[in-house]
Every structure is written in structure tokens, then in C-alpha cells.
Nanobody
Framework: QVQLVESGGGLVQAGGSLRLSCVAS????????MGWYRQAPGKQRELAAL???????TYADSVKGRFTISRDNAKNTVYLQMNSLKPEDTAVYYC??????????WGQGTQVTVSS
């Protein structure tokens, strides 16, 4: 059974940085894209950043210029470098892998809390 395991969340002061990592428990072939989503209390889950197989990236407007997504295909790992964090970035962050066949894998989520 494939699992995505996230790490790197925690508590940080506003203006600080965190780096999230997400790795698959077994090798997944044919990954189309990897992404990071987040869900704040009382809000819907939203896309934060996404990276495709050819390295193209997409960011939510709210994180552009502060967050950077990257991937290591050999390690089946995706990263999210988060700088200049704001209290409004507080959320549970989930990673997602989708294959070309349309199969979806989600992580269990990691809490990011930014204090003011």
C-alpha cells in the first residue's frame, strides 16, 4: 500500500521559514504532478503549489514569491520551501501525487502554525 509521508511542519514566528518534505513509501511510476495543498480551520482545502513532470510550477497568488516547490524524481520526493511566513499561512499542509493514469495519492497532513 502506497503512503505519502510528510514532515517538516511545526510552529514558527511570522517572518520565519520552514521546509516541508513528502516522500512515497514505495516507488510510484508515471507521476504526472506533485503538489502541496493546505487547509485552514473552517476553510476549504486549496492548492498552494504544484510541480509537473517537466518541472513547470504553479503557485497560489497568496504564496508567490515566498514559497518554492521542488521535486526529486529519483527519490519520489517533493519539497516546499516556505519563507517569510505569515499567520495566514497557518494550516494543515497535504502533499498529493497524481499519476498519468489518474491515480491520486494524498499524505496525512502536517500542521504549520505561524505565530504573530
Amino acid at each position: 500500500q502506497v503512503q505519502l509521508v510528510e514532515s517538516g511542519g511545526g510552529l514558527v514566528q511570522a517572518g520565519g521559514s520552514l521546509r516541508l518534505s513528502c516522500v512515497a513509501s514505495v516507488r510510484i511510476f508515471g507521476i504526472n504532478f506533485m503538489g502541496w495543498y493546505r487547509q485552514a480551520p473552517g476553510k476549504q482545502r486549496e492548492l498552494a503549489a504544484l510541480i509537473t513532470s517537466d518541472g513547470s510550477t504553479t503557485y497560489a497568488d497568496s504564496v508567490k514569491g515566498r514559497f518554492t516547490i521542488s521535486r526529486d524524481n529519483a527519490k519520489n520526493t517533493v519539497y516546499l520551501q516556505m519563507n517569510s511566513l505569515k499567520p495566514e499561512d497557518t494550516a494543515v499542509y497535504y502533499c498529493r501525487f497524481q499519476t498519468w493514469a489518474g491515480r491520486d495519492y494524498w499524505g496525512q497532513g502536517t500542521q504549520v502554525t505561524v505565530s504573530s
